[in-house]
């Protein structure tokens, strides 16, 4: 199975990137016309999908932030009504990511 296999009907990929992090495993990035969607295959021989997504229209808010000195790291935190996420990458990755979801919400 691939990424196609969890798109809902009349929705279209934007934007794609990656590794970025979440919950300390690395995902794939997919930006849609609907959702923010963190994909990945896992496993060597028996391959399973992995996927987490969120509906654009629910976020509530979304920062950007960067830490680090020398190889600084970039953080983009989504808030919900009732959540907060926190992804996590190389910082232009993620000011890429972020100047994409910007252009969604």
């Known amino acids: 199975m691939g990424l196609e296999d969890y798109l809902m009907t009349g929705e279209r990929v934007r934007f794609r ?11 794939e990035i997919v930006l849609t016309n609907k959702r923010l ?3 990945a295959q896992r496993g060597v021989i028996f391959k ?7 509906r654009i229209d629910e976020i509530k808010e979304i920062r ?30 993620m000011k890429t990511i972020y100047q994409r979801l910007m252009e969604f919400w």
């Open 17 to 27: 990137s990656g590794p970025i992090y979440y919950g300390g495993k690395s995902y």
């Open 64 to 93: 950007y932030y960067e830490k680090g000195i020398i190889k600084k790291t970039g953080y983009i935190k989504l808030m919900e009504e009732k959540a907060q996420t926190e992804l996590y990458g190389p910082a232009k990755e």
């Open 37 to 39: 969607i963190l994909y």
């Open 48 to 54: 399973k999908d992995e996927v987490i997504s969120w």
